[in-house]
Nanobody, 117 residues
Framework: QVQLVESGGDLVQPGGSLRLSCAASGINFSFYTMGWYRQAPGKQRELVAARSSGGSTNYADFVKGRFTISRDNAKNTVYLQMNSLSSEDTAVYYC???????????WGQGTQVTVSS
């Protein structure tokens, strides 16, 4: 059974930082592209950042220079370090594991990030 479990979401003040974690089980983690997405109320889910099995990264323009995605294949975990948070970053953040060649895609249940004073 595949599980992606996000953690680290919290209430933080503007300008603050958070680190999200996503622990995967039931997949060959090192072969998957791991990504973070977010969905704010009334908006579509959007890509935040992704890191391939080969180490290449892709960031949404709105997080470049503020967020960093990393992964630890030994721990089957992907991280999202978020700095300089603003109220516009408030959303539920989801982790996704994607293996295009196998046509497999899995989502976590999400973790809430709220940026507010």
């Amino acid at each position: 059974q595949v599980q992606l479990v996000e953690s680290g979401g919290d209430l933080v003040q503007p300008g603050g930082s958070l680190r999200l974690s996503c622990a995967a089980s039931g997949i060959n983690f090192s072969f998957y592209t791991m990504g973070w997405y977010r969905q704010a109320p009334g908006k579509q889910r959007e890509l935040v950042a992704a890191r391939s099995s080969g180490g290449s990264t892709n960031y949404a323009d709105f997080v470049k220079g503020r967020f960093t995605i990393s992964r630890d294949n030994a721990k089957n975990t992907v991280y999202l370090q978020m700095n300089s948070l603003s109220s516009e970053d408030t959303a539920v953040y989801y982790c996704k594991a994607n293996q295009v060649r196998l046509g497999r895609e899995y989502w976590g249940q999400g973790t809430q990030v709220t940026v507010s004073s």
